[in-house]
């Protein structure tokens, strides 16, 4: 990436979605931070995401000392439990990236209540289509919502069902980056509003595929 400086510097990403061993943990950003480096010759900052649900697990250094040396590594690692208190704020942050991280903690608070989900699904539902997205970011964002946010069939129809009545009574019906609605939500509302019609259900069987397996989800096609 390049600074504001004009500077030059490596971004090293490491999303850790479960807690696991800590002195692993930290001992791999290390080594890929340190990769990196060799690669490039520049400086490497690692950005380090914790999606965890544990409270206590928070890995922030890598030391290793032998007889005559001694390497320390220390990161200060972003978790996303850290934003549970503050949802309210995620929700009318300007960046489309607080609903990701938003969907990801109500997925967690959510497990095993599909009726709450469904709620909260509307809800973000319902605030990515006041978003200035275009086509392809709202087809993005509609299979992050629906990866992380996941409903058994019936509920899912009920939810965008929901969402088009709504987004129609406070006028969200209009145009929006010359976009209308049946196309700003793309892929799911094409699902809700083509089901029966073969076509509408394989091309929505195939984007579930993809979402959910990617290229070896594709290939399961034809069966």
């Not at 791999?28 to 544990?54: C, M, T, W």
């Not at 032998?66 to 995620?90: I, M, N, Q, V």
Request: charged letters at 35%; hydrophobic letters at 35%.
């Amino acid at each position: 990436v390049h600074l504001l400086s004009g500077d030059e510097r490596v971004l090293h990403a490491e999303a850790q979605a479960q807690a696991c061993d800590e002195a692993e943990f930290s001992r791999r950003v290390y080594v890929y931070n340190y990769r990196a480096h060799d690669q490039f010759n520049l400086p490497v900052e690692s950005l380090v995401i914790l999606g965890d649900d544990s409270p206590t697990w928070r890995p922030t250094t890598h030391v290793e000392r032998h007889d005559y040396s001694e390497t320390t590594f220390t990161f200060r690692p972003a978790k996303l439990l850290d934003w549970a208190e503050r949802k309210d704020e995620l929700r009318e942050h300007e960046n489309p990236m607080a609903l990701f991280i938003l969907a990801h903690l109500e997925s967690m608070r959510t497990r095993g209540d599909d009726e709450e989900r469904a709620r909260v699904k509307l809800d973000l539902l319902l605030r990515l289509a006041k978003r200035k997205l275009d086509s392809d970011e709202v087809r993005t964002w509609n299979r992050y919502l629906g990866w992380l946010l996941r409903l058994p069939p019936e509920l899912e129809t009920r939810v965008r069902a929901e969402a088009m009545t709504l987004t129609k009574e406070t006028e969200m019906e209009k145009t929006v980056d010359g976009m209308t609605w049946p196309n700003f939500i793309s892929f799911p509302e094409r699902v809700g509003r083509q089901q029966g019609r073969l076509e509408g259900r394989l091309e929505g069987l195939e984007a579930l595929l993809e979402a959910k397996f990617q290229q070896e989800g594709v290939a399961l096609m034809p069966e």
